[in-house]
């Protein structure tokens, strides 16, 4: 199965940060299969960034996804007090689809 | 608006099975992957199967396997989750998630989630 790995496992950043989430492949993976999701507590999670980089519908711009070869990233720019959550990469190129393990974004 | 509304919470005691169902308003099932996703208490998040209604066959994470039945109802709109031989570790928030197409999509809607309880 694929692993992916995200780093790092909490950022501590204030408001008007740029937050730089990873998440690394453990094998090839298409673009087209990496998701970014954001979970606040007693919440389910969020669909932000599908096919890695491209936004979800009601997702501000200020959201970004990238991809270097197995290395995906999140980027948010000028954080929001809204935006301190956790942060889910996941797969759904390859059976089982896998998440990792998340990245807390703190203030 | 596709809204997916799932069952209501359950305890249950370790050895036997539960069934959670997930109903779409506003929408329909049958052409999307819906997957199955749980959460343990304060964990990350863990894919264990789906159905695409109109394709039948279900997938399921291995680990799963022996254990676990998705199923969906395409005149009802319900998709539904069975697993047994509870255990202990199987305590988490269940939570059932529309593709935006069939296999290989993005998980676009979430339902609220269920939440088993596993303890004698």
């Known amino acids: 199965e694929i692993v992916l790995t995200q780093s790092p496992g909490t950022l501590s950043l204030s408001p008007g940060d740029r937050a730089t989430l990873s998440c690394r492949a453990s094998?090839?993976?298409?673009?087209?299969?990496l998701a970014w999701f954001q979970q606040k507590p007693g919440q389910a999670p969020r669909l932000l960034i599908h096919?890695?980089?491209t936004r979800a519908t009601g997702i501000p711009d200020r959201f970004s996804g990238s991809v270097s070869g197995t290395d995906f990233t999140l980027t948010i720019r000028g954080l929001e007090p809204e935006d301190f959550a956790v942060y889910y990469c996941q797969q759904y190129g390859d059976f089982p689809y896998t998440f990792g393990q998340g990245t807390k974004l703190d203030i | 608006q596709v809204q997916l509304v799932q069952s209501g919470a359950e305890l249950k005691k370790p050895g036997s099975s539960v069934r959670v169902s997930c109903k779409a308003s506003?929408?329909?099932?049958?052409?999307?992957?819906i997957s199955w996703v749980r959460q343990a208490p304060g964990r990350g998040l863990e894919w264990l199967g789906g159905v695409v209604p109109i394709f039948g066959t279900p997938k399921y994470a291995q680990i799963f396997q022996d254990r676990i039945t998705i199923s969906a109802d395409e005149s009802t709109n319900t998709a539904y989750l069975t697993l047994s031989g509870l255990l202990s570790e199987d305590t988490a928030q269940y939570y059932c998630?529309?593709?935006?197409?069939?296999?290989?999509?993005?998980?676009?809607?979430w339902g609220q989630g269920t939440l088993v309880m596993v303890s004698s």
């Open positions: 998630v529309r593709s935006t197409g069939t296999w290989g999509t993005a998980f676009g809607i």
């Open positions: 506003g929408g329909t099932l049958s052409r999307f992957a």
């Open positions: 096919e890695a980089s």
């Open positions: 094998q090839y993976l298409s673009r087209i299969h």
